[in-house]
């Protein structure tokens, strides 16, 4: 037979439908593996292949979807792994007779993959490997790998399939859901810059929602791709009617979508779920006289993160690659990385991605540290939070194998040379992951002139070609060397970046900061050398991404570079640099909240509206302030805060400030206390407004809301004895008669718990003992509260301070009555 | 058709997520307001920025789902392959009447956040209170999140999904869990249960959902267990 990709090239190839519903008609019990029928009903098998064969499939595709070891096990049927894929292959073959290729199936593990799932990347890899090799031996003329729902899980599949069955074409085919992305977030784009990373011959899509929802997901691959496309639509979703599965598109109706199908740039059409031989039939049928769609090649560079793809080259936005996550130069980074923490590698994450970079390189080299450990926390941890794609920057090729590994995108890696050495160990490695790397135009030493830089960047294309890589994985630094120390060798980088650009167009990016080393105004050098790397063809610089001048010189010099159709991304930002430059002078004016009036705020003033406002941290100074102007302290704290948080109580009783104010408000003048309380206590004891013991019932864990009463009752001037949470019944009443308390307030939040509020108001009344009961907490009502007989209830923390005054002056005056 | 995982349970670990200020306002109950820059309230914004931006470096999320066949239905019980004394109660039958799988859920941000609460109430209470609340929130995130997981597997199989309905809500004792956590092996997530059978770490959630024959997929707003 003529090879498939041959084929391919000019002529529109059927693939077959549905196996499952097909072997259902034919008495597969629902829940049973159909790929044990290879070996317990082969002749059954080989009907359905027939069948499709004769209805007009190219290509068949064996019966060893869920063949794979752990799919198996589920089935105890792990050991006849060989046999059932061996079955698979010459079943199809022998019904083909001849006429149609044979496509070894492979689904997914079962399972779900690291970094996001249970089973390591490894294990993944060699369970499709094994199942690969299988296919291979036995005979399978391509792989197919269908039905993945997570990007990871397919890079997982590649890789095994690459090594399990090493030179037949792979087809791979993901799912996506209605709204035109896959389970884990994957949109089409990057799962094309995915899938041709990793040298997919054809590429697709199946199952999913049906033919109507699927078209879109074509059209959007066959714009990003020139690799070719198949789809397997299945006949809409399944209906369970009388015990049974059906499927509501018809034949008939379906065919009606492969013309769309072809025009999206289709080469391979079949089904999936609940599709048959007559769907087939009609297809070959309609299609007979279809030419597949000549789709052009991109020169772009293409990475991703697991959701985002980002395209590197000419008349594409410029790309800015953070390069903060980097421990050089930083003590408290490096410390945190050598004991293994990620909290500063994700802050700067956060930070840079939200300062405007499209990617981050991720540099965690520190000595003595096991950096390959490290690269894979990081990554884990920087994905699980920015969806930008990561650069994995090691000297190491362990620490950037264990980083290719984790990222569930397509990352670059940084980087590649022209030594010999660091040639053999990372260009393997961006092949087996599928990834693009940046090649430093350096070799035993780093060329003053272009044309050695050049001399370099040929060695580097010729060894990735004898590696299987195309021109489009490689990302050429041409080394933006100091300027003050090798000026001529500054400007040969930039003829380098003519000569890649005009004669080779291939990707360029620099790391900028190097080039101002040792001079003043580093920034001004570096920008201006940007804007001229740029103007010279520049596509990307690892940089500061916090350099507000380096995003207004990007942004200029994209203008004039083609990568800023009609001037609107500028115009954009030049909008938010006014915003900001606006609200720096209102900064440096002084002006600290939109709702500082014109007029200097006394001391009083200020005081309050830090409790107010919940200014934390400028209520110590304006205490200390209103000490030295001599007001005394106690005046501080009743005239002064006290009203404050009076005030804040009433604009919440409006509905103009909410529980958060409160509580920021309730901490702040607790702040303000503090530094009053040695000035309070030097005037003598203070008498307490009421005792109250403050207690989370039983079992119950939750204790926020009872902390956060507590504060404001002590803000109040009331004792407050916390118990914390959990506390037995017993352990409340003994601190109770210990403190003399007045009041006894319990919290729950859980209704399984809140009964040991009734258990404690029982205890209390049968014993006699004096304490008023205020109850309180998320699960907590009115009529529960009533029912169990409390004294109060508080529906939240702004209520408690009213209830427990409420509460003290009732019982006041039931004690200033005659006995 | 895509096999429905039965069997064993599912297991994500490091979930991706987002820390939504329009979600986490909500939580603290500010209204009408989708960003903390709406609040105009600087030393406001501020610290639930700080809350948020902790919280992207606490979180750790972790889910896991299993689907367990549904057998039969009875007075107050709802039978399964797996078990037959976890789904007791009126509301249980009435959820899972039309059904033939109900697939648990649990999740959890791990223990960090609320370590760093319990730390911080006493010094800081503020902060403390904006970080449980961001932590509460994405503890439901993530029930959320994977929720979201099982709702896609549930529609390509052909079902509906019924509403989340929590362990311990209405007439399901919060002792279920026990067996809850049994078969979702959630110790694999880092979840275990205090003798209240409260899920340690607090910030965790539980539920189980419904897979419908046909009929409208029922509201999916319904409570959960939150600790």
Known sequence: ?819 | MPAIRLGQPVFFMNIPFEIEERQILREMRIPKKSSLAELGEPAMERAIRTAIEEGYRMVEGKGVYRTLSITGTEHQLVRTKETETLFVGEKMVKLLKNCDYATLIVATIGPQIENEVDRLTGPEPAHAYFLERVGAWMADYMGIWVDKMLEREIIRAGYSRTYRFGVGYGDWPLSSQTEVMKLTRADQIGISLNEAFIMLPRLSVSAVIGWQRGGARQNTQEAETEN
């Open chain 1, 1 to 819: 037979m003529i090879p498939i990709l041959e084929r391919l090239q000019r002529e529109i190839l059927l693939l077959d439908g549905s196996m499952g519903a097909l072997l259902q008609g034919r008495g597969l019990p629902p829940g049973y593996a159909p790929d044990l029928w290879n070996l317990e009903r082969p002749d059954d098998i080989a009907a359905v292949h027939a069948e499709y064969a004769q209805a007009g499939s190219n290509i068949l595709l064996t019966n060893t979807f869920g063949a794979s070891r752990l799919r198996l096990q589920e089935y105890q049927a792990e050991s006849r792994i060989r046999e059932i894929n061996e079955a698979g292959v010459l079943l199809a073959r022998r019904a083909s007779k001849g006429k149609a290729y044979i496509a070894g199936d492979i689904g997914p593990s079962g399972s779900t993959i690291a970094p996001f799932g249970e089973i390591t990347f490894e294990e993944a890899v060699s369970i499709f490997r094994e199942q690969a090799s299988l296919l291979k031996e036995a005979g399978a003329d391509l792989i197919a790998i269908e039905t993945m729902f997570d990007i990871q899980e397919m890079r997982a599949a590649l890789i095994g399939v690459r090594e399990g069955a090493p030179g037949l074409p792979v087809m791979a085919l993901m799912t996506f859901n209605a709204d035109g992305i896959t389970d884990s977030g994957s949109d089409p784009e990057t799962v094309a810059s995915v899938l041709e990373g990793f040298g997919v011959e054809i590429m697709g899509l199946n199952c999913s929602v049906g033919p109507e929802a699927m078209l879109p997901v074509l059209k959007r691959l066959g714009q990003v791709t020139h690799t070719f496309l198949a789809i397997e639509p299945n006949a809409g979703l399944p209906l369970h009617k009388d015990g049974k599965t059906v499927y509501p598109s018809s034949a008939e109706e379906m065919v009606e979508f492969a013309p769309g199908f072809v025009e999206a740039g289709a080469n391979i059409i079949g089904g999936c779920c609940g599709t048959t031989p007559a769907y087939i039939k009609l297809l070959s049928k309609r299609l007979k006289d279809s030419v597949p769609l000549a789709r052009s090649r991109s020169r772009l560079t293409k990475i991703s993160s697991r959701t985002r793809v980002l395209p590197i080259g000419e008349g594409v936005p410029f790309v800015i690659i953070g390069e903060k996550i980097n421990p050089t130069g930083k003590k408290a980074f490096s410390e945190a990385i050598a004991l293994g923490k990620t909290d500063l590698i994700v802050a700067e994450a956060r930070k840079e991605t939200l300062a405007g970079a499209h990617a981050l390189d991720v540099n965690v080299g520190v000595p003595l540290v096991d950096e390959a450990r490290m690269m894979e926390k990081a990554v884990i941890a920087i994905q699980n939070v920015v969806n930008v794609p990561l650069v994995i920057d090691s000297s190491f090729a362990s620490a950037l194998e264990s980083g290719l590994r984790l990222f569930p995108g397509r990352a670059l890696v940084n980087s590649v040379n022209a030594e010999e050495e660091r040639i053999e160990e990372v260009l393997p490695l961006i092949k087996r992951y599928g990834a693009a790397v940046i090649a430093l135009l350096s070799g035993e030493d780093i060329p003053e002139k272009a044309s050695d830089r050049i001399k370099n960047a040929e060695k580097i294309y010729r060894a990735a070609e004898r590696f299987g890589l195309r021109h489009e994985d490689i990302v050429f630094d041409t080394l933006a060397l100091t300027v003050s120390a090798v000026q001529e060798a500054a400007r040969q980088t930039l003829e380098t970046i003519r000569i890649l650009k005009s004669e080779w167009k291939a990707p360029t990016v620099i790391g900028l900061s190097n080039v101002s080393f040792g001079l003043p105004s580093r920034k001004t050098v570096h920008d201006t050398f940007l804007g001229m790397a740029i103007g010279a063809g520049l596509d990307g610089a690892i940089c500061d991404p916090y350099d507000i001048l380096l995003h207004q010189t990007i942004s200029a010099a994209s203008l004039f570079s083609g990568r800023d159709p009609e001037c609107r991304v500028y115009i954009k930002n030049a909008e938010k640099w006014a915003q900001t430059a606006t609200a720096g002078t209102s900064q440096t004016a002084g002006s600290a909240s939109p709702s500082e009036p014109a007029l200097p705020l006394t001391t009083q003033e200020k005081i309050e509206r830090a409790i107010v406002e919940g200014e934390r941290e400028a209520i110590g100074p304006l205490v200390l302030q209103s000490l030295e102007e001599g007001t005394p302290p106690f005046s501080i704290f009743v005239d002064q805060m006290t009203p404050a948080i009076r005030k804040l109580g009433d604009l919440f009783g409006q509905r103009l400030k909410f529980i958060p104010h409160l509580i920021a408000g309730a901490d702040t003048m607790k702040k303000g206390v503090e530094i009053l309380q040695p000035y309070l206590e030097a005037k003598g004891p203070t008498q307490p407004k009421g005792t109250i013991v403050f207690a989370t019932v039983k079992g119950d864990i939750h204790d926020i809301g009872k902390n956060i009463c507590i504060l404001m009752l002590r803000n109040f001037g009331y004792r407050v004895i916390d118990l914390g949470r959990n506390v037995p019944l017993e352990t409340i009443l003994e601190a109770a008669e210990k403190e003399k308390a007045q009041i006894v307030a319990l919290s729950a939040l859980m209704t399984t718990t809140m009964i040991q509020m009734k258990i404690a108001i029982d205890a209390i009344r049968s014993r006699n003992l004096p304490y008023k009961v205020l109850v309180g907490g998320a699960v907590v009502t009115p009529k529960f509260s009533a029912e169990i007989g409390a004294d109060g209830y508080g529906k939240d923390v702004g209520e408690v301070v009213p209830l427990t005054e409420r509460i003290l002056e009732e019982l006041g005056k039931c004690q200033e009555k005659p006995a």
